[in-house]
């Protein structure tokens, strides 16, 4: 999980661009389910990013705060970013994040909106929100 540079901003796709741009200074507002608790409202999630940048082929440096379980925490976090088309999406598995532990995800970004699904041990279930400057 190395941090590794940023890229040279020339050399981003128009797509690659216009992500970039669309998550600085942004936040991820929404909740998250947890499966087998479906009778249970879903819970407020938000992750606050000043920035991302790309640092390799499928490789993105999440520049984010992050709060979970209790804990609250702003680090660089390098993850794959695959793309369906012109769909960004996150893809991590058994990915572990410092201070928070190990995680399986798969969220999508378009528009102004973000979705998919997370997986920590036991828990999983289902994230979603907007992304708001």
Do not use: C
Request: hydrophobic share 40%; glycine share 10%.
């Amino acid at each position: 999980m190395g941090l590794g540079s940023a890229v040279d901003p020339a050399s981003l796709t128009d797509l690659e661009r216009q992500f970039a741009e669309r998550m600085r200074d942004a936040a991820l507002v929404g909740q998250f389910t947890i499966t087998g608790r479906e009778d249970r409202p879903a819970r407020p999630d938000r992750y606050d990013i000043s920035s991302v940048e790309k640092v390799g082929d499928d490789r993105w440096r999440f520049n984010a705060r992050l709060v979970y379980g209790g804990i609250d925490v702003t680090l660089p976090v390098v993850v794959p970013i695959v793309w369906a088309g012109d769909t960004p999406m996150i893809s991590i598995t058994d990915f572990t994040i410092p201070q928070l532990g190990t995680f399986d995800t798969r969220l999508i970004f378009h528009d102004d909106r973000y979705a998919g699904s997370w997986q920590h041990g036991e828990f999983g279930g289902l994230m979603y929100g907007t992304i708001e400057r």
